[in-house]
């Protein structure tokens, strides 16, 4: 029952490095997302997928880029790392885009320095 | 443009108290949905409840309960006779409506702030 899976669970980046954090689901579900948590800020939506083939802006999107690489895997890219992007990324699927339950990996804990 | 406002952001009360945790919510469609999770110390995200707008019924599983409010935007999460398992950070969340002409569909889901609950032994 692995469910939602996110790698790498914990990174260290300097300042304009660049990397990808991965997702997969295996419960064959329509929609992803990627979320961040920063304290007293909740989990604030960065872009998400509801569908194979298609990616649409959350509501802090700068800075990121996406691919919905297949129905299973939806991967988060930060091109040149800010200090800013300091925060623990959360991967969410759902299979009735946002009528329904999101079920959600373990997260990654990123830091930039 | 849709928004979730839990106003506590910290909340402790002692061992079998009764907790209210306050959610408020803005949107202008007329259909929506809404959602409490729940995260513990260990920091995995568990849903609690759904509610779609057209449901005001309240919802009572064992000690959880819900108070759903058209008229006030509220859903409000009350924590019977607490314990210490509660201890958490309790998530409002509302699924908003993008229509385009092929298709509405409801895939963005905005959290609010989060509510941290101590509940102390």
């Known amino acids: 029952n692995a469910g939602v899976t996110q790698t790498p669970k914990f990174q260290v980046l300097k300042t304009g490095q660049s990397m990808t954090l991965q997702c997969a689901q295996d419960?064959?579900?329509?929609?992803m997302y990627w979320y961040r948590q920063d304290p007293g800020m909740g989990l604030r939506l960065i872009y998400y997928?509801?569908?194979?083939?298609?990616?649409d802006k959350g509501e802090v999107p700068n800075g990121y880029n996406v691919s919905r690489l297949n129905k299973r895997e939806f991967s988060l890219r930060l091109e040149s790392a800010a200090p800013s992007q300091t925060s623990v990324y959360f991967c969410?699927?759902?299979?009735?885009?946002?009528?329904?339950?999101?079920?959600f990996g373990e997260g990654s804990r990123l830091t930039v320095l | 443009a849709q928004k979730v406002t839990q106003a506590q952001t910290e909340i402790s009360v002692v061992e079998k108290e009764d907790v209210t945790l306050d959610c408020v919510y803005e949107?202008?469609?007329?259909?929506?949905?809404l959602f409490w999770y729940k995260q513990p110390p260990s920091g995995e995200l568990v849903f609690l409840i759904r509610?779609?707008?057209?449901?005001?019924q309240n919802e009572i599983s064992g000690r959880y309960s819900w108070n759903f409010q058209k008229s006030t935007s509220s859903f409000n999460f009350t924590i019977t006779a607490s314990q210490v398992v509660d201890s958490a950070v309790y998530f409002c969340?509302?699924?908003?409506?993008?229509?385009?002409?092929?298709?509405?569909?409801?895939?963005?889901?905005?959290f609010g702030p989060g509510t941290s609950l101590s509940v102390i032994p």
């Open positions: 969410a699927s759902s299979d009735t885009g946002g009528t329904g339950e999101l079920f």
């Open positions: 419960m064959n579900h329509n929609s």
């Open positions: 997928s509801a569908s194979e083939g298609t990616t």
């Open positions: 949107t202008r469609d007329t259909t929506y949905y």
């Open positions: 509610r779609n707008s057209f449901d005001e």
């Open positions: 969340a509302l699924s908003e409506v993008l229509t385009t002409r092929m298709k509405t569909s409801y895939d963005k889901v905005i």
